[in-house]
């Protein structure tokens, strides 16, 4: 089979790279988009557009900070693959964890956590926006798209592993090492081999092992607290009554 696509595409070469670029692009639009509706109370469901539910209190707040905190301070902890771009992060795993666990307000934490972890760390680049914004399709996809946290269910698992797992991550290498590609931060190369495979290395690989383990432990326990989302505030999943009945 001939892999000259790939070829093309971390050698900046033909339709194959100028296709990634876009997408990598259209990819940033749509997470800034997503933002704007989710922040002016409104979320995008089976229905159209309509309201999130989510009510800004002192517990959403809280719950925003932690979600950040946690992320802000596991980042630095990791093995470099590429000195200043990537490498092992286990801490990474989080991210969809948080979401499902927690919601938009898990979500909100998680992806914005970004760009302030990279300033208080000096760190803040042009390549912080892409990163920022792509960490939309490893959270509020989960956020949006996984049927529950209770691992009990196969729907619940097969959803996450598909949305979570799969979906996201793949996205998220995409916007990434475009930008990074687009923007001449790092040369083709590197950004479509080595960030590429950094990402799916935490957000798919390790993320698919942190999770069986984690979601399990962490839903009774955030359920229990009155912390889990669905629980809170019913943002229009269209849930059916097999699903309700089984958060009850």
């Known amino acids: 089979m001939s892999l000259k696509w790939l070829g093309d595409l971390i050698t900046a070469n033909g339709f194959t790279h100028t296709l990634f670029i876009s997408l990598a692009v259209i990819g940033m639009v749509l997470a800034a988009i997503i933002w704007i509706i989710e922040f002016s109370g409104h979320t995008i469901s089976r229905k159209g557009i309509v309201k999130n539910n989510v009510k800004w209190n002192a517990t959403t707040i809280a719950i925003i900070a932690i979600s950040a905190a946690v992320y802000i301070v596991g980042r630095p902890v990791q093995f470099q693959f590429i000195p200043g771009i990537?490498?092992?992060?286990?801490?990474?795993?989080?991210?969809?964890?948080?979401?499902?666990?927690?919601?938009?307000?898990?979500?909100?934490?998680?992806?914005?956590?970004?760009?302030?972890?990279?300033?208080?760390?000096?760190?803040?680049?042009?390549?912080?926006?892409?990163?920022?914004l792509s960490h939309t399709y490893v959270t509020w996809l989960a956020y949006k798209m996984v049927r529950g946290a209770n691992f009990k269910k196969f729907t619940n698992v097969a959803s996450y592993y598909l949305w979570a797992i799969i979906i996201g991550p793949i996205i998220h290498a995409i916007i990434i090492p475009g930008f990074l590609d687009l923007t001449h931060v790092v040369p083709p190369a590197v950004a479509w081999a080595g960030v590429t495979s950094s990402i799916l290395i935490n957000h798919m690989l390790t993320a698919a092992v942190v999770s069986a383990i984690l979601v399990p432990i962490l839903y009774p326990i955030v359920k229990n607290r009155g912390l889990y989302w669905k629980d809170r505030y019913q943002a229009n999943q269209d849930l059916d009554a097999d699903e309700i009945s089984a958060e009850l």
Do not use: C, K, Q, R
């Open 86 to 132: 990537g490498g092992f992060n286990p801490t990474l795993a989080l991210a969809p964890i948080l979401s499902i666990l927690l919601g938009l307000p898990g979500a909100i934490g998680v992806t914005f956590s970004m760009p302030i972890g990279d300033a208080i760390s000096g760190s803040l680049t042009v390549g912080s926006l892409a990163g920022w």
